[in-house]
């Protein structure tokens, strides 16, 4: 059972959630996504991010186990995606799911070796509020990576376009 204090829920998880949203979008072929001169992708953006955060938040205080948690938030992302941004539920779907990839590699990767490194116990982590944001900084660092990386694989024009099965199987 993790929980989470509010700076950890502000520092580590809101941010995450947030580009979880944009990088889910952006593959999902939403490109508007980052066009913040229309409030209303600002509002889209912080509603999806914060109740993704709640859920997520919950989630970790309800199932012992990490891949349960996971399981569910498979399932619940994609809809809170969908319910405030009414896009495609089949590519909102997909983009969620692909936009976990680089979160989920980065965990596996960073945290196993911050923790090898530091020979620090992983509840010894989550019980400090700085570990928790230091440790969380190198995934996040991966998450940008990934949104700058799709954002120049394609010639993002800032305007709504679904993406075609060829475009698909490029991302993929």
């Known amino acids: 059972m993790d929980k ?3 700076t950890s829920i502000l520092l580590v998880s809101l941010p995450e ?3 979880i949203v944009i990088t889910a979008l952006m593959i ?3 490109k508007d996504i980052l066009n913040f001169k229309d409030k209303k992708n600002i509002w889209r953006l912080f509603i999806a991010s914060s109740l993704m955060c709640l859920f997520s938040t919950i989630g970790r205080m309800l199932f012992n186990s990490i891949t349960t948690n996971l399981l569910v938030m498979m399932v619940l992302y ?3 995606v969908y319910l405030v941004y009414r896009y495609n539920i089949i590519s909102t779907i997909c983009g969620v799911l692909v936009a976990l990839v680089p979160l989920l590699l980065g965990e ?4 196993s070796l911050l923790l090898k490194i530091t020979n620090m116990p992983i509840s010894q982590v989550y019980a400090s ?3 928790r944001i230091a440790f969380s900084l190198p ?3 991966c998450q940008l990576l990934a949104v700058i990386l799709i954002s120049r694989l394609k010639n993002y024009n800032l305007s709504m376009v679904k993406l075609n099965v060829d475009e698909w199987i490029q991302v993929v």
Do not use: D, K, T
């Open 78 to 80: 994609p809809l809170i």
């Open 28 to 30: 999902a072929g939403y």
């Open 108 to 111: 596996a990767i960073f945290v």
């Open 129 to 131: 509020n700085l570990l």
């Open 17 to 19: 959630m947030i580009l």
């Open 139 to 141: 995934i996040r660092i």
């Open 4 to 6: 989470m204090s509010v």
